[in-house]
């Protein structure tokens, strides 16, 4: 394995400080990274999964679908023995606390998740490649992707959903494998440039991920005006710790509380190198995967993404996606929405489980959207996915 820094890390730093300055302003006193933290960040782009990675060598993608699917995972050997095993810090009180505090915020998770997470994501070229590569964020693959990922997050945030045997826990490994193949095959692929990236699926961006999924998206969250408690916000950040272990990312990056998930995220955003060209075509690709609705709805879908990422990501990273500027009508309509029912009705006595049914019936009502959006798109013309 190379030691060598990868060119991306810290590649302008005009642009990955001025990126990062609203993250610094919320990360404390204490956010810059020593040497040895810098030293740990660009060591990391050339770590990958060890455990997984010695799994999936000796089998084929086919083998991976197998096993998930036959019910039984002892064939994932060493790899399943040790995720049976939870680190002694993990609460489960705490982690079933954060699952249903994740299913409380109903639609606003899903527009934070999409459209401040995942657009977020896309700002800065560090992890697309591989996702590119895999075609399956671009064209008509967008829509599916993003079925699958809600699926997995709310297998997750299910009850019981991350104990052994569950949907939870079955799809998080299954992931995790998926990744680790994913990083073999590029990893042999001569064109995958190892000097400019490091590993093509490593722990630099594996960190980085698991902070869009839970330090920015209790951030984004709030921008819309949605009550989070500071019990919710601990619950919901060892959530997503055990969920990263799970997934293979170190210990080193778990963020654990609110305050170090927002120092960490600080760390990666300001050592990110700028947008690309991948950045521009899947931020696109997403504001634009309901343009197949005709007639009024496929334009308020597309006005409501671009309001909506306006408010949750502000004009400078719009200018970086190539995105045009909207006034963020749906932003702050979502906070007035959020006064009466998350600060409101939320509160009330039956509160929580009126937000949870809530909940329950807006995840419904846009899986039937994406499926009608879904049918409109011939099989003819969509890209065949990637094995």
Same mark, same amino acid.
């Given at each position: 394995m190379?030691?060598?820094t990868?060119?991306?890390?810290g590649?302008d730093? /005009?642009?990955s400080?001025?990126a990062a300055?609203?993250?610094?302003?919320? &990360?404390?006193?204490?956010a810059?990274?020593?040497?040895?933290?810098?030293a740990?960040?660009?060591?990391?782009?050339?770590r990958?999964?060890?455990l997984?990675?010695a799994?999936?060598?000796?089998?084929?993608?086919?083998?991976?679908?197998?096993?998930?699917a036959s019910?039984?995972?002892d064939?994932?050997?060493?790899?399943?023995?040790?995720v049976?095993?939870?680190p002694?810090?993990?609460?489960?009180?705490?982690?079933r606390?954060?699952?249903?505090?994740c299913r409380?915020f109903g639609?606003?998770?899903?527009?934070?998740?999409a459209?401040g997470?995942?657009?977020?994501g896309?700002r800065?070229a560090?992890?697309?490649?591989?996702?590119?590569?895999?075609?399956?964020?671009?064209?008509?693959?967008?829509?599916?992707?993003?079925?699958?990922?809600?699926?997995?997050?709310?297998?997750?945030?299910?009850p019981?959903?991350?104990?052994?045997?569950? /949907?939870?826990f079955?799809?998080?490994?299954?992931?995790?494998?998926?990744h680790?193949l994913?990083n073999?095959?590029?990893e /042999?692929?001569?064109?995958?440039?190892?000097?400019?990236?490091?590993?093509?699926?490593?722990?630099y961006?594996?960190?980085?991920?698991?902070?869009?999924f839970?330090?920015?998206?209790?951030?984004?969250?709030?921008?819309?005006g949605?009550?989070?408690?500071?019990?919710d916000?601990?619950a919901?950040?060892h959530l997503?710790?055990?969920?990263?272990?799970?997934?293979?990312?170190d210990?080193?990056?778990?963020?654990?509380?609110?305050?170090?998930g927002?120092?960490?995220l600080?760390?990666?955003?300001?050592?990110?190198?700028?947008?690309?060209?991948?950045?521009?075509?899947l &931020?696109?690709a997403?504001?634009?995967?309901a343009?197949?609705?005709p007639?009024?709805?496929?334009?308020?879908e597309?006005e409501? /993404?671009?309001?909506?990422?306006c408010?949750?990501?502000?004009p400078?990273?719009?200018?970086?996606?190539?995105?045009p500027?909207?006034?963020?009508?749906?932003?702050?309509?979502?906070?007035?929405?959020?006064?009466?029912?998350?600060?409101?009705?939320?509160?009330?006595?039956?509160?929580?489980?009126?937000l949870?049914?809530?909940?329950?019936r807006?995840?419904?009502?846009?899986?039937?959207?994406w499926?009608?959006?879904?049918?409109r798109?011939?099989?003819?013309?969509?890209?065949?996915p990637?094995?």
């Open positions: 190379t030691t060598t990868p060119t991306r890390f590649l730093r /005009a642009w400080e001025k300055r609203p993250l610094r302003l919320v &990360a404390g006193p204490d810059t990274p020593s040497a040895d933290e810098l740990a960040l660009a060591a990391g782009l050339n990958r999964d060890d997984a990675d799994l999936v060598r000796s089998m084929r993608p086919a083998d991976v679908h197998r096993i998930f019910g039984s995972l064939e994932l050997g060493d790899l399943y023995t040790a049976q095993r939870k002694g810090w993990v609460d489960d009180d705490l982690v606390q954060g699952a249903e505090a409380t639609m606003d998770a899903g527009l934070v998740l459209y997470s995942l657009l977020g896309y800065t560090a992890a697309l490649e591989p996702l590119v590569r895999t075609g399956r964020l671009a064209g008509g693959e967008t829509l599916r992707r993003i079925k699958e990922t809600s699926i997995w997050w709310r297998a997750v945030t299910a019981g959903g991350l104990e052994p045997g569950a /949907a939870g079955r799809l998080t490994l299954h992931v995790r494998l998926m680790a994913l073999a095959r590029l /042999a692929d001569p064109t995958w440039d190892h000097e400019l990236r490091g590993l093509p699926i490593n722990q961006d594996q960190a980085s991920t698991l902070g869009v839970s330090t920015s998206f209790l951030l984004h969250l709030r921008l819309l949605v009550r989070v408690s500071g019990a916000a601990a919901v950040m997503w710790s055990y969920v990263g272990w799970l997934m293979g990312v210990e080193q990056w778990l963020p654990h509380t609110e305050r170090r927002r120092r960490l600080y760390h990666f955003l300001s050592n990110d190198p700028p947008p690309d060209a991948n950045s521009t075509a &931020a696109r997403l504001i634009h995967m343009d197949d609705v007639g009024w709805r496929g334009t308020y597309r409501r /993404a671009l309001s909506v990422s408010w949750l990501l502000g400078a990273a719009m200018r970086d996606l190539g995105l500027y909207r006034l963020p009508w749906y932003g702050l309509g979502r906070i007035l929405a959020n006064l009466v029912v998350s600060h409101g009705v939320g509160r009330l006595p039956g509160g929580r489980s009126y949870l049914n809530r909940s329950e807006q995840a419904q009502a846009q899986f039937s959207r499926t009608s959006i879904d049918q798109t011939t099989p003819a013309a969509r890209p065949a990637h094995p």
